[in-house]
């Protein structure tokens, strides 16, 4: 299953912009898929934000529960608010996606230590690499609300699919029905191929006619 077809087979039931375009990872090849809890980023200001409670690490347990059942197969969704070429995280911060089986992280800021990030055994999605800590520029702010990530809306709960092509959003009253118009859009897509195929070297015409109506 691609995303492509999802974004396709979401696109029939509903019209809001669900997808994610132009990101990086990481761990090529790996599929991300899972339930949303999301940590909000804000730009750091000690004075409005106290840095001793607003740590990656008290919103990471905020977001994801304090029993690692309660995190196993999610999705970590972190939002930059617009800082976009700011490192939000990296191998020391994200080893704790490994220790409590998260099933990766997903985020329009940038990541650091890739070389590290490819030896945990979650999938990361994110804008690029970044060498520098971006700490004193955005700083954890809330845990499991509603985040806006790359122009896409992400509630909690809200099912993620991501790979190398990009990354879907998916409603999750609608998540059967998503996956399987997606696997319908991938035979329609394959059935499509094989007769242009067959066309093609039985000398036929009109696929392009039909396949317009």
Request: hydrophobic share 40%; with cysteine.
């Amino acid at each position: 299953m691609a995303c492509a077809d999802i974004v396709d087979a979401l696109g029939r039931i509903h019209r809001h912009h669900a997808h994610i375009d132009d990101l990086v990872t990481p761990t090529p090849g790996r599929v991300l898929f899972g339930p949303a809890v999301t940590i909000s980023f804000f730009p750091s200001c000690s004075v409005l934000v106290d840095p001793e409670t607003h740590t990656f690490g008290a919103l990471f347990q905020q977001a994801v529960g304090v029993k690692s059942d309660d995190a196993r197969g999610k999705v970590l969704v972190l939002a930059s608010n617009g800082h976009r070429d700011v490192s939000i995280g990296g191998g020391t911060k994200l080893s704790l996606l490994a220790r409590y089986g998260l099933a990766g992280v997903l985020t329009d800021a940038r990541l650091r230590d890739f070389a590290q990030l490819q030896s945990y055994p979650f999938a990361a999605y994110c804008s690029a690499e970044a060498v520098r800590w971006g700490g004193d520029v955005i700083t954890p702010y809330q845990a499991n609300v509603p985040i806006v990530v790359a122009g896409v809306g992400v509630h909690p709960g809200q099912y993620v699919f991501a790979d190398d092509s990009g990354a879907v959003v998916i409603p999750e009253p609608d998540i059967d029905a998503v996956l399987d118009g997606a696997v319908a859009v991938g035979k329609e897509e394959a059935a499509f191929r094989a007769q242009v195929e067959q066309e093609r070297t039985t000398g036929g015409a009109g696929t392009e006619g039909q396949r317009e109506r």
